[in-house]
């Protein structure tokens, strides 16, 4: 009697399991790994005109979903503490949070959420989605690539992107006068997912 | 005279006192300056440098005088200051030494907040030794522009103090802070 409510429970636990996995392969869901950092949100801004500077936000999370058989209806979502604002440099980053750019206080977060996703054979593709910074939101266009994807050493599923785009800083009401060079700051991205069970 | 006695300042005591006046009322000029500017002003780097090797010096220079101040004789309040005269007297300085370690301190931990040291004048460099605070950065600088204003605020009351000495009680508060012979010269 033992045995059979044993056997019943073990075959209704794989069944389940199974049809869940049936759900997860169509839509899988990843956790961007910036717990352990193996995603970045580096920028790029030209000084001058004569070299660039480069910098980083260090605190963000995120999430996306994918399906491998429909790519277009994967979702992102990000937000980024803009607090986080690291160019290597106290005063200049100092700077940066205040009311003269990113103006921390008052808006704490940036945000992106995606609206669609197309995808190349090739694993180019090209996101779009809202980017919400310094309080404005704005269509932004994201060209992306993805990398690679499959089993982690340690028993979990990893899935990787890169993505780049530009931002016109006045676009987003950050008007302070860098010079003619610096109107324009690039963004480039490394996401790496850690797929949900 | 280099050193103080029970009636007057000493020189040492008397240069470390006006010259760390002289070097707050400049520092916070160049401060208040240095808030105003934008990023295409030929000053906004030569500044910020300035103001920050002038502060690291400033800084040793009152570190210095504190550790004068030790060993120095401590002239002993005029007799004829009110109670009250003599407590907020030693109240006002008491706060004025402790804002004149603060601000540069505060100062200090702005610039050193991401592990950068801090260059003077291209002689040497002060190590960053606490950085990494939670808003380390933007914390100490808000507590710097306070306190700077505060130390301002209370040094115009302190001088407001020794001027009404000078002028309407006729006493040596002022004069013995200075070169001059005092006017109950009878008393050195």
């Known amino acids: ?197 | 005279m280099l050193r103080s006695t029970r009636q007057r300042f000493g020189s040492i005591a008397i240069l470390f006192h006006w010259g760390i006046a002289l070097g707050v009322v400049v520092l916070y000029a160049l401060g208040l300056y240095l808030d105003e500017l934008g990023y295409q002003d030929p000053w906004f780097n030569r500044a910020m440098d300035l103001h920050k090797g002038l502060g690291m010096l400033l800084f040793a220079a009152i570190l210095a005088r504190w550790l004068w101040r030790r060993v120095d004789v401590q002239p002993v309040p005029l007799e004829t200051y009110s109670a009250f005269e003599q407590w907020s007297a030693r109240m006002m300085k008491a706060v004025l030494y402790l804002l004149l370690v603060l601000v540069p301190l505060s100062g200090y931990l702005i610039s050193s907040a991401e592990g950068q040291p801090i260059d003077v004048f291209g002689w040497f460099h002060v190590p960053a030794l606490i950085s990494g605070l939670p808003e380390q950065a933007d914390v100490a600088g808000e507590v710097h522009g306070f306190l700077a204003h505060l130390l301002i605020a209370l040094a115009v009351v302190h001088a407001l103090a020794a001027i009404k000495h000078h002028v309407f009680d006729h006493d040596d508060t002022l004069r013995r802070m200075t070169f001059r012979p005092l006017r109950s010269s009878s008393r050195e």
């Not at chain 1, 869901?29 to 910036?34: A, K, L, P």
């Not at chain 1, 000084?47 to 058989?69: I, K, T, V």
């Open chain 1, 1 to 197: 009697m033992k045995q059979q409510r044993l056997l019943v429970s073990l075959l209704l636990g794989c069944t389940l399991s199974l049809s869940a996995g049936a759900a997860w392969a169509e839509v899988e869901r990843y956790v961007i790994d910036t717990k352990n950092a193996h995603a970045f949100i580096q920028f790029k801004i030209s000084h001058l005109g004569f070299s660039r500077l480069l910098g980083r936000f260090d605190r963000f999370e995120g999430q996306f979903s994918y399906d491998p058989q429909h790519p277009a209806v994967s979702k992102v979502e990000v937000s980024i503490e803009t607090a986080s604002i690291d160019s290597n440099h106290a005063e200049r980053d100092k700077h940066l949070r205040s009311a003269d750019f990113l103006d921390v206080g008052k808006y704490p977060k940036a945000r992106f959420v995606s609206r669609s996703y197309t995808e190349q054979a090739d694993g180019k593709g090209v996101l779009e989605g809202d980017l919400t910074l310094h309080g404005v939101t704005r269509p932004v266009t994201i060209e992306t690539r993805a990398l690679g994807h499959g089993p982690d050493p340690w028993g979990g599923y990893r899935r990787g992107f890169e993505g780049t785009t530009r931002l016109v800083l006045k676009d987003f009401g950050i008007d302070y006068d860098l010079g003619p060079a610096a109107r324009e700051v690039e963004l480039f991205l490394s996401v790496e997912g850690v797929r949900q069970k």
